[in-house]
């Protein structure tokens, strides 16, 4: 959607500057591709047959879902009519930085694609917003928790394998101490106080760490009592990412069984900020939600 | 130019209360934050003000300038004059620079009681305006007309024998020339104690073409769930009977003590004013 607003950055309460993470570049290269095109009045399947891709491929790379090579946005920029040197220097410098490696590489053999995305869109959001309804949010799951649901999820995977997997999920907690950590604003359903994920003792560990996080600067926690009745996300879990960059979209996104689903349609992410803005409003806040923690804490 | 401009046809509109949570027509709130830049706004909210933008370029300037000045009046309030208590009535969307953090960035003991009737505030107020370790915010789920539930609630955390500011920033035109707004500004003074201040900034009429305010309401009766009543400089400045303006008097937002070397880049049509209680 156009905005008349004057392009700038958004004045969100959170950090002032995210790392330029390359995930986030290429999602403001295909930002610009797609204005590009759009002011060219260019189809999506004609930029497609330039390149020898199909529209689809468009689509995904002006959504910062797919890298491109150097070469087709070459060819792309000449097509859309973009004859400026210092003008087409400006987005190739962009697409070369966007390919420099990420620091989960190393994690490649463990890591699928979908999941390496999400990895790349949480260290370059300002905001996280997160709703949970069984699990603690994985920035927030000590060692144990998280080896307890990692193996949840890979019942038959060998020892080094889990293990290198619990390393992941507590290396992405790095955000949280960098010098401009994310906000993270996690609403989370009684349930996830309640499970006993990894049994009562890592519980235990588990539901004290989460108080302790609950009152560092930048992190949001509200839980929802189930005394509070039947809540307004009947979805499930889901995560709403936010970039600082006027434009980017903030992005939607829900882990499934084998893949996740990430919604940017401004129609769809809508319906979730709706969901999610309702739900905090049933939530209890914040400084609530830590004498709530402290009390299931006594009770368990 | 006053009421008879504003059709207030609108029962839901007019009912005292939390308003519902509606994307299908634009709220004054995420308007704002769409005009500010934010991200939390519909496309209700995105459509309306694109259409006003239309009529009236110098929109995007006016509400930035009024923000600008919500910072200068704090920072004036709080560090000139002393002022630790705030009641913050239309509070908006938390974005930068909201009251307590410009407050208690110069006092941190400052306590300050934030106010709005809208579910999408209340939903980031809850989380986000929290206060400082020494200082402390709260926020009261009210409607501006119900005076009694607010000062009822603020009188938790705000000390009323001591002086408080009251800041009604882009809010009064909200209020019809049927729920008497001068009425309701009048029932706050007199809540708080001689030596207590009034912010106010209001949408005027004066630089509108007749044309321009007219389709300016078509657009908001059709688009908005709020309906919104210009009042003139000095219906405005009656705002402040029994205060005494502080320099530079009743004048365009961004004409109130202007940060030194700031340059306008619009005209606004917002007038304000701070006054302090006889």
């Known amino acids: 959607m156009e905005t008349v607003v004057p392009s700038g950055e958004t004045p969100d309460a959170g950090p002032e500057e995210s790392p330029a993470e390359a995930t986030v570049l290429r999602m403001l290269l295909g930002a610009q591709l797609r204005r590009l095109r759009e002011a060219a009045e260019i189809s999506a399947e004609k930029a497609g047959y330039e390149i020898r891709a199909s529209r689809s491929k468009i689509s995904r790379m002006e959504t910062g879902r797919v890298g491109l090579k150097l070469r087709d946005i070459e060819d792309l920029l000449t097509l859309y009519g973009v004859t400026d040197e210092k003008q087409r220097a400006k987005v190739i410098t962009l697409a070369s930085r966007s390919r420099e490696p990420e620091w989960w590489t190393q994690y490649n053999d463990i890591l699928p694609d979908w999941f390496e995305t999400y990895l790349g869109l949480e260290s370059a959001a300002v905001t996280i917003r997160n709703f949970e309804t069984q699990f603690v949010p994985g920035l927030f799951q000590t060692e144990d928790y998280a080896r307890a649901v990692t193996r949840l999820g890979h019942q038959t995977a060998p020892e080094p394998e889990v293990e290198r997997r619990v390393r992941l999920r507590v290396a992405r907690q790095d955000i949280l101490s960098r010098p401009r950590p994310p906000r993270v604003w996690a609403i989370m359903d009684e349930a996830v106080l309640r499970r006993p994920v990894g049994g009562a003792a890592v519980m235990h560990t588990q539901l004290l760490r989460l108080a302790e996080t609950a009152q560092q600067p930048g992190v949001r926690l509200q839980a929802i009592p189930f005394a509070r009745g039947g809540h307004a996300a009947a979805s499930g879990s889901f995560s709403i990412l936010r970039f600082k960059e006027r434009d980017l979209p903030d992005v939607v996104y829900m882990e499934q069984l084998t893949s996740a689903v990430y919604l940017d349609q401004r129609a769809d992410v809508e319906h979730y900020l709706e969901i999610v803005n309702q739900l905090s409003g049933e939530a209890l806040t914040p400084a609530d939600t830590v004498r709530f923690i402290e009390q299931v804490i006594k009770e368990t | ?278």
């Open chain 2, 1 to 278: 130019m006053t009421s008879n401009e504003a059709p207030g046809t609108d029962d839901s509109a007019s009912k005292v209360g939390s308003l519902p949570f509606d994307v299908t027509k634009a709220h004054q709130a995420r308007s704002y934050d769409y005009l500010l830049g934010g991200k939390d706004n519909f496309a209700a909210d995105r459509a309306a003000v694109d259409e006003q933008i239309k009529i009236y370029p110098d929109l995007v300037f006016t509400m930035r300038a009024n923000r600008a000045f919500l910072g200068r009046a704090v920072r004036y309030l709080v560090g000139e004059v002393g002022i630790r208590q705030f009641l913050d009535i239309g509070t908006g969307i938390p974005t930068a620079g909201n009251t307590h953090e410009v407050a208690q960035a110069l006092a941190p003991e400052t306590r300050v009681v934030y106010v709005d009737y809208d579910p999408i505030v209340l939903a980031h107020a809850r989380a986000l305006l929290d206060s400082s370790d020494s200082g402390a915010t709260e926020y009261i789920d009210a409607d501006l007309r119900d005076t009694g539930t607010i000062l009822a609630q603020a009188a938790n955390l705000l000390d009323f024998t001591k002086p408080v500011a009251v800041t009604l920033l882009s809010i009064l035109h909200a209020i019809t020339d049927a729920d008497d707004p001068y009425s309701i500004v009048a029932t706050l003074l007199d809540a708080v104690p001689s030596g207590s201040y009034l912010a106010i900034s209001h949408a005027g009429p004066e630089s509108f073409t007749a044309e321009a305010r007219e389709k300016l309401m078509d657009s908001t009766r059709r688009t908005s769930l709020q309906q919104y009543t210009l009042r003139t400089r000095e219906q405005v400045a009656r705002f402040f009977d029994g205060t005494d303006l502080v320099e530079p008097g009743l004048v365009p937002v961004e004409e109130w003590r202007p940060d030194p070397g700031a340059r306008a880049e619009g005209k606004s049509v917002y007038w304000c004013a701070v006054g302090k209680k006889r």
